[in-house]
Each structure stands twice: as C-alpha cells, then as structure tokens.
C-alpha cells in the first residue's frame, strides 16, 4: 500500500517537473509526456469515436494542441483532466463535423427503471454467477461498443482511466449531479445490453 | 420506510455504489443492507463483475509508429513557434532601434550643424516640419508594407493548413 502511494506520488512528481521542462521548450520532456499518456488517451479517444484511423489522427492533435497550449497550463490544475479535456474537445469538434448524430443525448425515459424492475432476481442464484472472465471481458467490450458516445465516455474516465467524480465532471465540464445520473444511465443501459441484446446467457 | 421501498432504494444505488461514486454514509446504509438481504446481495455481485470487468478490459495499445509521427510533427510545430517568436522578439527589437534612430537624428543633425547651442534653441522651424513629415511618411510606409506582408503570410498559413 506504501509503496503504491510513494510510486504515486513519485509519478505524479515526474510529470510535474516534465511539465515545467515542456513550458521551457525541452523536447524530451514532450516524449515523456506522451510515453506516459499514450495509452491512456488513445484508449479514451478510440472509446470515443471507434476508429483507429480517426482516434490516431485526433490522439496526434491532441499532443500538438497541448505544445500549444502549455504556456497557459496552470500547474496548479490537474494535468490528466487538462489532458483529456483538450483531446474530448478535439474529438466533440470531430465528431459533429462528420457524425454530428452521434452526439445526441440519449432520451431519459423511464424504460431503464421498467427493465431494472423486471430484472430484480426472484431467487438466490445470480444469472451472473458462472461466467468465465476472458468471455466476459469480450461481451463487455462489445456491450460497451453499442452505448451512446457519451456513455462510453463516462464508463471508460471513471472505470478504464480511474478518474474521480471530480476530475470527470471537470473534463466532461459539467456538474457533479449530471456525471453522477449519467454514470447510472449508462450502467443501466450496459447491463441492459448484457442481458438482452446479446441473449439471456450472455453474462452468465 | 417498508422492506420494499428499501430495495428498490438500494437497488437505485447499486450501480453508483460500484462507480465509487456515493458518500461514505450511503455506502455504509447499503452495506448494512446487503448483508441481510439474499436478493440485493446477488443483484450487487452481478454489478460488481460488470465494475471488475471495465476495470480490466483489455487497453488497445497505440503503435509506435503513431508515437514516432506524433513526436515529429509536434516537434516541428514546437520548433516553428520558436522561430515565430524569435522573429517576432527581432521584430520589435529593429522597430525600437528605428524609432530611438528616428528620435535622435534631429537633434544629431542640429549638433553637427549648429553646434550645442543650438540644441538649446527650441523655435519652431520650417525644417522640423519637413523632418516630421518625412518621418512620418517613412513610418506610414513601413507600417502599410508589414501589415500587408503579414496578412499574406497568414492567408499562406490557413491555405497551407
């Protein structure tokens, strides 16, 4: 446990000073940076918008507009939710140039809480009781693929990148209230998924 | 509140419960819950491997290609915007220079002709005006070919873009 936080804090120190070396022009410290990040806002942007082509081009912007920007960077901020703020920007702009409709919020109606109701267990045994973990991670990552763009961002900062509450609703820039709903929505809608879209035994 | 209402009210917080995203008071209210209820309990372990699972999908890895082309072209922005503001720094440093030229050249030329005491000799004279005139036509000049030079190389850049 002591050592995870001390290698925490030390990464965290790491990033710091390759921050301020990045402000002074130091161009190793720009690869540091991207080593560090790279799979993690790949991962984000490929959540976002699906294609390799478009998340490799947008995750190449992203770098570019943080050279641009980091003489504004305020240290104090946090530099993961600066990160992914710039790269979600970048791939909202995106996206509503060539797929505006997938930025559309989902409808909030009351079918979840209909289906989360007819789902409740009637007895002791789980229907999720007997899944094998490698099948599991691929049905998972297939329900995941047909949420709306929006609940997959949300899943994948709290659940893939371990972002806080807090950091996501300062990368998502909306309030604590509407990550937290959202969350719920689309845990609801993936389980939903799990259960009936891809048959009963699917997340069994 | 009946036992009924209490499930359907911990089942609501289930799935925010795995997100790590309720206040210790209501994750203390639903664990109390859970560890005398069958139903709630399972309902929460079916949320707890779907939480498991997203932890541990499987993260694409970017190619080191991509890493190689990203550090280039970042690289070469970086290095672009060194040169812009270098040229920008010379840039203003020439203009100071021509102005502290300009500011000092009448006063220059009316020591070299007329000697210190002329400095001291401040009625206006038909020169000075024809030394603010040219002056100013040269600045005038100056200035209308470097916002002209600038707007080109900016229409330049968006084309190139």
């Known amino acids: ?204 | 509140m009946s036992r009924t209402d209490e499930h359907a009210e911990i089942r609501e917080q289930l799935s925010l419960l795995i997100a790590g995203a309720l206040d210790a008071d209501a994750e203390a209210r639903i664990a109390r819950h859970v560890a005398t209820c069958a139903d709630c309990s399972a309902e929460l372990a079916g949320w707890q491997r779907i939480g498991g699972g997203l932890r541990r999908l499987p993260t694409p890895q970017p190619s080191q290609a991509l890493f190689e082309r990203t550090r280039a072209r970042v690289i070469a922005q970086m290095e672009a915007e060194g040169e812009r503001r270098q040229n920008r720094l010379t840039l203003i440093l020439v203009v100071f220079f021509s102005w502290a030229v300009t500011i000092l050249a009448w006063p220059v030329f009316r020591f070299a002709t007329g000697g210190f005491f002329s400095l001291l000799d401040m009625r206006f004279h038909q020169v000075w005006l024809l030394f603010g005139m040219f002056s100013a036509l040269t600045w005038l000049a100056g200035g209308s070919a470097a916002i002209l030079l600038s707007a080109r190389r900016q229409n330049e850049r968006r084309l190139a873009l």
Do not use: C
Request: aromatic share 8%; proline share 3%; no cysteine.
């Open chain 1, 1 to 204: 446990m002591t050592g995870t936080i001390a290698s925490l804090w030390e990464g965290r120190v790491e990033i710091r000073a390759a921050i301020s070396q990045l402000r002074r022009g130091d161009l190793d410290a720009l690869s540091s940076l991207i080593a560090r990040y790279q799979n993690r806002l790949y991962r984000y942007l490929l959540r976002l918008v699906r294609q390799s082509a478009e998340a490799e081009d947008l995750f190449q912007q992203t770098w570019l507009r943080v050279a641009e920007k980091i003489r504004s960077y305020d240290p104090a901020r946090n530099f993961d939710a600066w990160l992914f703020t710039l790269a979600r920007n970048l791939a909202f702009d995106h996206l509503r140039r060539i797929r505006p409709e997938s930025l559309n919020e989902p409808a909030d109606d009351d079918r979840g809480t209909e289906e989360k109701i007819s789902r409740l267990p009637s007895g002791v045994t789980s229907p999720f009781d007997q899944v094998l973990a490698s099948e599991r991670a691929n049905r998972l990552g297939a329900a995941l693929e047909n949420l709306p763009m929006i609940y997959r961002e949300v899943l994948s900062l709290r659940f893939e990148e371990e972002m806080k509450i807090e950091e996501i609703a300062v990368v998502l820039g909306a309030p604590l209230s509407t990550v937290k709903s959202r969350l719920r929505r689309s845990l609801e809608q993936l389980r939903n998924i799990l259960e009936t879209e891809q048959g009963a035994g699917a997340w069994q």
